[in-house]
């Protein structure tokens, strides 16, 4: 088991809350003693003796497995210029693991933990109108494993911001930061999320840069947002992973902007929502994509 492995405390919540929803048993009840669970993340009570009918119990385990499979934390590694893959962390500010963000007010929200600046990151020159592909993977490793666990259900979304010198030194704070890529729920009818794709695809997702950006330097900051926890806040995780580039050419658009942090909020229905009521529709935070 890997040693980034834990549950949040809003994980745990969650799975005592399932557990203690479960239906009561019907019939004779098979007394179970379970036998002290070693991880830290699980408390003490989940050791204590307990009955219940082997399909509850399957039922429990059930849930404990897909809470285990859920926290499978990842992180934004590769990106793609054009089709050309530029190597694993390279141009991108690399957080110190693989946690969440779950505080929208929080500056970690703009490039993830220790990402306000990217002095030791080179950063990369694409031409206008280029197509930028981003790789999130769980750990270090593209096979072996699924690029993001398939208990991360949510939006894919993509931002953009000029720096007013070096991407290198910008810290991306203020209404900065123009959308230009936001994906959601796919399907309604199969619970298809934006995630569920990026999987599917080794964990890429693509993006135009609009080629009427001005030439200059840029953050590029996209963003995966898991909501298997979502139903209250804190609980929502926001993956994030920034890139630095150079615009070689470009146009003159003067775009709409955001501050990140400052446009998402708690209560927003795209960051607080139960996703296992089946919904048909969904909002993703933030403003409108900007197409150029």
């Not at 693991?97 to 002095?119: A, E, I, M, Q, Y």
């Not at 999130?136 to 949510?154: L, M, N, Y």
């Not at 909020?265 to 994509?289: C, E, F, L, R, W």
């Amino acid at each position: 088991m890997p040693s980034s492995f834990r549950l949040s405390s809003s994980e745990v919540q969650a799975l005592g809350t399932a557990l203690f929803s479960l239906p009561k048993p019907q019939g004779p009840r098979t007394p179970i003693v379970t036998p002290p669970l070693p991880h830290p993340s699980f408390p003490a009570y989940a050791a204590a003796p307990m009955c219940a009918s082997q399909s509850t119990m399957k039922l429990a385990l059930s849930l404990l497995a897909t809470a285990a499979l859920a926290n499978a934390h990842f992180t934004m590694q590769y990106i793609w210029n054009n089709g050309v893959d530029e190597g694993l962390n390279n141009y991108i500010r690399v957080p110190p693991n693989n946690n969440p963000v779950t505080d929208v007010t929080s500056t970690d929200l703009t490039c993830n933990v220790n990402g306000l600046s990217g002095s030791g990151v080179q950063t990369l020159t694409i031409p206008a109108g280029a197509t930028i592909t981003f790789e999130w993977h769980q750990h270090a490793q593209r096979t072996g494993e699924d690029p993001i666990s398939a208990g991360h259900k949510g939006p894919v979304q993509v931002y953009i911001a000029k720096a007013p010198s070096t991407a290198a030194s910008f810290d991306g704070q203020g209404a900065v930061w123009t959308k230009i890529y936001s994906s959601g729920l796919v399907n309604p009818s199969t619970q298809q999320w934006a995630t569920d794709v990026v999987n599917a695809n080794g964990g890429k997702h693509s993006v135009t840069i609009p080629a009427s950006l001005p030439a200059g330097e840029y953050l590029l900051r996209a963003e995966i947002i898991a909501l298997h926890v979502a139903s209250t806040y804190p609980g929502a995780q926001f993956y994030i992973g920034c890139a630095q580039v150079k615009i070689s050419s470009g146009g003159s658009a003067n775009p709409p902007k955001v501050a990140l942090p400052g446009a998402y909020h708690g209560s927003d229905p795209g960051i607080t929502i139960n996703i296992y009521n089946n919904p048909q529709t969904y909002t993703a935070p933030g403003p409108a994509v900007w197409t150029g």
